[in-house]
């Protein structure tokens, strides 16, 4: 799954789930090449939505590279993966591991990732401790960011983890507004898969469900590596609630799809952006997934005539279709070469701590608009956008555009 331009070489690490993509120019002096860590979920259930990450992350930095890099320095890569074949999807521990590797490697002037908030809440003390910022596409538990949690996810002090999406204290509770204004909701059952993602936005949703007058008649946490929810499932029923809202992602969630298509196929279903991408669509498949709502937490960019000449040059490079999270990707590619390009033309040295600072002051337009943070490293914009799957025979079970149908801007909170 490793992507390798004309320009780089591949060194495979032993044992570590870790690959790194090494691309220095040769003709560029050795102080003018910079590396960029990365760290997606390669391995297990979420591996086809890590792809168009990376495919994003690497559109864009080899575009850089083709143009000289960013002020002159080469862009290498360190393409380490948090993903184990026995978690069968991301493992915090694996994480950890990755974000030791790039903030021991000097070279490593920022990160990009990880793509989910478990492996990012090990991570992210990793990363303060050695001033290394990273710049998150995916990963929207608000607590990493929070000032309340900062003792823990920042113990050095300065924001390190930033963020080109918003977070799940606005993915959940829009999409219990959408729930209430446009689905006219009254009861729902809330289900997570165990994980940092999937319990904070199950949370702030039913939370907010609540707040809307929505009866949330249960909560059931799921074992990922469970093969049966018909436990749970059975229980909705007979509960007689309207509708399901599931927190997490792929792993559980393919599963959920099929066992509630078999058990509840009437039931409103909805879920977070793990419910969002390849894996759901693959995995599940039809008629198991129709009808599901998803959201992303970000503006729909794909369809937006302004943005095909983006999404041709990313199918003919990557030889797949993009994501709305691809291109949250690229954006945060074009954070770190902005940071890196005012660093230098300050005259400071182009290090993790000069390019900390300049991405923490960032204001630039990207192609889902400005990005900008706020001073714990979220994301000031905070779009929801909904979808719901129709089945598009005329179109690849795989294909994201055809297969999920945006529906519009969940209501903000």
């Known amino acids: 799954m490793t992507h390798i331009t004309r320009r780089s070489a591949l060194r495979v690490t032993a044992g570590s789930a870790a690959v790194a993509v090494l691309g220095a120019h040769r003709g560029l002096a050795a102080d003018k090449a910079v590396t960029v860590g990365i760290d997606l979920s390669l391995t297990g259930a979420d591996a086809e939505t890590a792809v168009r990450i990376r495919d994003g992350f690497m559109l864009a930095i080899d575009e850089a590279n083709a143009k000289g890099g960013a002020a002159g320095y080469h862009l290498n890569v360190l393409l380490l993966d948090d993903g184990t074949a026995t978690a069968g999807q991301y493992d915090p521990a694996q994480g950890a591991t990755n974000a030791r590797k790039m903030v021991a490697d000097p070279?490593?002037?920022?990160?990009l990732g990880p793509m989910s908030s478990t492996?990012?809440?090990a991570m992210a003390p990793i990363f303060s401790q050695g001033n290394l910022a990273t710049i998150t596409p995916t990963s929207t538990n608000p607590d990493i960011t929070d000032p309340k949690f900062a003792a823990q996810y920042r113990p050095a002090g300065k924001a390190i983890y930033f963020r080109t999406v918003t977070t799940d204290a606005y993915q959940g509770p829009n999409m219990a507004n959408y729930f209430a204004d446009?689905?006219?909701?009254?009861?729902?059952?809330?289900l997570d898969d165990s994980g940092a993602y999937g319990i904070g936005i199950a949370t702030a949703f039913e939370?907010?469900?609540?707040k809307r007058g929505i009866e949330v008649i249960g909560h059931d946490r799921l074992d990922p590596k469970a093969a049966d929810y018909s436990p749970a499932l059975t229980k909705i029923k007979s509960l007689g609630a309207q509708a399901i809202y599931y927190g997490g992602d792929a792993q559980a969630g393919v599963k959920l799809a099929k066992q509630a298509y078999d058990l509840v196929p009437t039931l409103i279903k909805a879920g977070g952006d793990g419910m969002y991408g390849p894996s759901i669509l693959q995995g599940a498949g039809f008629p198991a997934a129709e009808g599901w709502y998803a959201t992303v937490a970000c503006p729909h960019m794909m369809e937006d005539a302004a943005l095909q000449p983006w999404v041709k040059r990313f199918t003919a490079k990557s030889g797949r279709q993009p994501s709305d999270y691809s291109i949250t990707a690229y954006d945060a590619v074009q954070v770190v070469i902005d940071a890196i390009e005012r660093v230098a033309k300050s005259g400071?040295?182009?290090?993790?701590?000069?390019?900390?600072?300049?991405?923490?002051?960032t204001k630039l337009n990207t192609l889902q608009g400005e990005v900008s943070f706020d001073?714990?490293?979220?994301?000031?914009?905070?779009?929801?956008?909904?979808?719901?799957?129709?089945?598009?025979t005329a179109h690849p079970v795989d294909d994201l555009i055809h297969q999920y149908k945006y529906v519009g801007v969940a209501p903000q909170v």
């Open 182 to 190: 446009t689905l006219k909701v009254k009861s729902v059952y809330g």
């Open 107 to 111: 070279a490593v002037v920022a990160a």
């Open 375 to 392: 001073e714990n490293g979220d994301l000031r914009q905070r779009v929801i956008a909904v979808f719901q799957v129709k089945h598009d």
């Open 207 to 210: 939370a907010q469900a609540k």
């Open 119 to 121: 492996p990012g809440k």
């Open 348 to 361: 400071k040295p182009v290090d993790r701590a000069n390019v900390r600072d300049a991405i923490a002051a």
